[in-house]
């Protein structure tokens, strides 16, 4: 290949994830826009302690949106480190000379998690009640 057909299958691949994080369903026009701006930093606060908009205000549809969206970014997040887990145990048994792998390893698989929990805190405080990409269409908390 050459160097701009690599430029060009780099950006095809931006293109698709970014088209990813943007297609996700905007349910923020069926909830009070007083209810919103009485619990954004609940919202917000629910990617660090899902439950915590449960407790502060459980009558809130928008705090329970994001506990819900919190709720499926910590399983993201468990579900990372258990794969992470896997290839480095399976890395390390071959040997413990490919430890350079596993740092390589460990940021393909975390860097799409932080930006998964990134999308949800802008969302969270910012008034939007957006769904995450990908694990957002899941309800458990409803």
Avoid at 61 to 75: C, D, P, S, W
């Amino acid at each position: 290949m050459q160097p701009y057909q690599y430029q060009q299958t780099i950006q095809q691949g931006v293109d698709r994830l970014t088209k990813i994080a943007q297609d996700t369903t905007d349910e923020t026009g069926g909830i009070d826009p007083a209810d919103i701006q009485k619990n954004k930093a609940m919202g917000g606060l629910a990617y660090f302690l899902f439950f915590l908009p449960l407790v502060a205000c459980p009558e809130s549809k928008y705090g329970r949106f994001h506990a819900n969206q919190g709720l499926m970014y910590l399983f993201l997040c468990i579900a990372r480190n258990i794969v992470r887990g896997i290839l480095l145990t399976i890395l390390y048994s071959i040997t413990w000379r490919l430890w350079w792998i596993s740092s390589i390893i460990s940021a393909v698989i975390w860097l799409p998690t932080l930006a998964v929990g990134i999308i949800g805190l802008i969302n969270g405080f910012s008034g939007k009640a957006k769904e995450l990409p990908i694990i957002g269409r899941f309800r458990i908390i409803k």
